[in-house]
């Protein structure tokens, strides 16, 4: 067991699931990663390479996935922003990796300060081109360092890139983690490009395809393994939700605050119960559809205007009212704030 930072124990976890390589720039709140990597990396026998930009680390990763290594990168919201064109080419292209964004507040540079911001850009496609990224939502130490395995291991099962989208405040925050030992569930390299052997044909990798007809194929064969992910990987966990009239729905740092206010709540003779997406895509939905015919309403929080919100009320389908509060521009609301929202929405479907 181990005191360590998000961001230190996302590189450690990194290392110990075997990772061979890491392109990066630093930028506040994940400074901390390059730096960890740089002193830890080579212990290791990883790669630890400094890119001038963002530009440049995202196409680094882009080509040593092509090659068939295990490499990510990491940054936050607007060096993930620069990354956008390499991250649509790495999906178009098939190929596995870790991407890591320890959000913080926007648009433009914004500020240093946490947020949940970049949950459209992340989920919904932020570059070009019909896509999806597995997307991943820790909320303490302990999964940033469970997440960094599974998040590999999910990227290399369907050759997609993987997401890990965090806040900066889990970045910097300081908890106990416990590393479990990893085992690597095997990997098949067929498809890179590892140089020429005479016992199989040149691999070749590219996103680009002039003719339409081969474009869609590749696009039908993208979305063949979307259905499989949505099929196989929803994660999330719940809370309190056998007798609650009311259900949070929150990820990260929120659903943190959330359950506090749960606990507030409850002590009130409120039953308010959490649902906590660990998948952001894919997005749980039945469990909230199957929740809202029986609960009497829905209470979303958010570090931004309101994002995740909207498929909650895809989930939910209109059956039941779907409330919403949320901080912007790295402000973090406190419990006792939510809860006095909470009881006025509940007034308000008649609890």
Known sequence: MLLMKGNEAMAEAAIRAGSEGYFAYPITPQSEVAEYMAREAPKHGTVFLQAESELAAINMLYGAAGAGFKVWTSSSSPGISLMQEGISYIAGAMLPCVIVNVNRGGPGLGTIQPSQGDYFQTVKGGGHGDYRLITLAPS?????????????????????????????????????????PYTDPGRDFSWSTRGKKEDRESNFITSLFIKPEEMEQVNLQ???????????????????IDDADLVFVAYGLSARIASKVMHILRNKGLKVGLVKPVTLWPYPYKILHDLADRVKGFFVMELNAGQMVEDVRLGVN?????????????????????????????RKIGM
Request: hydrophobic share 40%; glycine share 8%; no cysteine.
């Open 140 to 180: 303490t130490v302990q999964e940033i360092a469970d997440y960094m395995s599974l998040a590999f291991d999910l990227a290399w099962k369907y050759r997609n890139p993987a997401m890990i989208l965090m806040d900066g405040a889990l970045g910097q925050m300081m908890e106990k983690v416990q590393f479990k």
């Open 222 to 240: 993208l979305q063949r393994t979307y259905r499989e992910i949505e099929k196989n990987e929803v994660r999330y966990e719940t809370y309190e």
């Open 318 to 346: 209109g059956k039941k009212e779907v409330g919403f509060y949320g901080r912007m521009g790295g402000m973090i609301y406190s419990p006792e704030e939510v809860a006095e929202k909470v009881e006025a929405f509940a």
